[in-house]
């Protein structure tokens, strides 16, 4: 596998970090990339939350609860891999077995997407619909904040001390992006 671009893009819930994450998806695939995304479900990790994204009841739960540790949906039109493991795993993790399972098809990858994981060491883009969402995101990220952009009324900032791009112009951030040292390497 070539070398993988990799950014991460969070916010907090309703800032339009899904649309943020599509409209990047979109413009680096006109580009002619190969583009992967790891969605972090910030609610799964909450030990309230009910079994892992499965519906009560289904099939996948059934056999996870009667102790298999992987389950894989699939047909002739893609898989889904769900490792049922209780120890914590990071985004590290998921990365690594993302690109393990791209690499065994031999498919090209040249960006992953991670949405979510803001507490991550990942460069991230911060997205923000207003000033309000943003200040209390900046705190919260720590280091690796490389972008802004903003999916509300605001194209600007002067206050913020990044680059800052609109969801409506997703091509200039690509732009930025691929000017930042954003290659996965295996540490």
């Known amino acids: 596998m070539t070398d993988v671009r990799l950014i991460s893009v969070v916010g907090y819930q309703d800032a339009g970090k899904t649309q943020v994450v599509e409209a990047l998806v979109a413009g ?42 992987w389950t894989m949906i699939a047909s002739r039109r893609g898989w889904m891999l769900h490792d049922w493991v209780s120890a914590d795993t990071n985004v590290f993790d998921w990365i690594r077995t993302m690109l393990g399972a791209i690499a065994s098809t031999g498919a090209q990858l040249d960006w992953l997407v991670v949405e979510g994981a803001k507490r991550s060491p990942l460069p991230k883009v911060l997205v923000a619909r207003d000033l309000n969402q943003l200040r209390p995101l900046l705190d919260s990220v720590g280091a690796g904040a490389i ?34 040292p954003l290659i996965w390497r295996e540490s």
Do not use: M, N, Y
């Not at 002619?32 to 996948?60: F, Y």
């Not at 951030?173 to 000017?179: A, D, F, P, S, V």
């Open 28 to 69: 680096l695939r006109r580009g002619g990339a190969g583009v992967g995304v790891i969605k972090h479900d910030g609610h799964a990790d909450s030990p309230d939350h009910p079994t892992d994204w499965e519906k009560r009841g289904s099939d996948t739960d059934r056999v996870a609860r009667a102790g298999a540790r």
């Open 147 to 180: 972008a802004v952009c903003w999916t509300g009324d605001i194209v600007r900032d002067e206050r913020v001390q990044l680059s800052q791009f609109h969801l409506s112009d997703i091509g200039d951030l690509i732009r930025h992006l691929t000017t930042q």
